[in-house]
């Protein structure tokens, strides 16, 4: 059978996974509240569970038409899949954006990685305020979903990228929010080439405040 090429961004995350051995966001956690410690490594999965659901839901829309795309590079590309997930209380707790930025710019660079994938071009922050917003729901419950019957609620993270390239001028901040269900499309925008002040600009009053795709 002839498959068609996956999108770009697609088709280079799975030859950088032939040098990096997996992929995913870094997440910081930035709240340890008793709630926190009650509830944040099922935020953790429902966050990694709307990335796979958008990542997989590229691939069945490629292959609403022919030719379509191999699901088997898809599976392959998921299954190097892995969150790195920074906990540590004493260092993070109640951590500013700044901070959390300054941690991860210096872990990316003892690790030689400066611009190298995107795992280290930005990474996840879920505070108390994005904790709330990732309350009440699971993993489970959203691979349940249909097209149909759709958990409405916009539960979003906050993301930074490393090294921001702005001045007095600027008015993206250097972080963002964004809907839990747009982290597959950030991964793709950063993986073209784009800024992430690309996708900020693109925060409407449809969605007001938090980047929606």
Do not use: H
């Given at each position: 059978m002839t498959f068609a090429r996956p999108p770009a961004s697609t088709w280079e995350l799975y030859h950088k996974l032939k040098v990096h051995p997996n992929w995913g966001y870094v997440i910081y956690r930035t709240s340890y509240s008793p709630e926190s410690d009650a509830h944040f490594s099922t935020a953790v999965k429902y966050v990694e569970a709307s990335v796979k659901k958008s990542f997989f839901r590229e691939c069945a829309s490629k292959n609403e038409s022919s030719p379509g795309v191999d699901p088997a590079i898809y599976e392959e590309i998921w299954a190097k899949h892995s969150s790195t997930v920074m906990e540590d209380a004493a260092l993070f707790d109640g951590a500013s954006i700044d901070s959390i930025r300054a941690h991860f710019e210096a872990w990316v660079d003892m690790q030689g990685q400066r611009d190298s994938f995107n795992k280290y071009?930005?990474?996840?922050?879920?505070?108390?305020?994005?904790?709330?917003?990732?309350?009440?729901?699971?993993?489970?419950?959203?691979?349940?979903?249909?097209?149909?019957?759709?958990?409405?609620?916009?539960?979003?993270?906050?993301?930074?990228?490393?090294?921001?390239?702005?001045?007095?001028?600027?008015?993206?901040?250097?972080?963002?929010?964004?809907?839990?269900?747009?982290?597959?499309?950030l991964w793709t925008m950063i993986c073209d080439g784009d800024e992430m002040s690309m996708s900020w600009e693109k925060i409407d009053d449809f969605c007001p405040e938090v980047y929606c795709g």
């Open positions: 071009r930005m990474c996840i922050v879920i505070d108390e305020e994005c904790l709330q917003t990732l309350l009440g729901t699971s993993a489970e419950a959203l691979e349940q979903e249909t097209e149909y019957k759709r958990d409405e609620t916009k539960r979003y993270v906050k993301v930074l990228e490393a090294w921001p390239n702005v001045d007095q001028y600027d008015t993206f901040p250097g972080w963002m929010k964004c809907w839990t269900r747009a982290l597959w499309d």
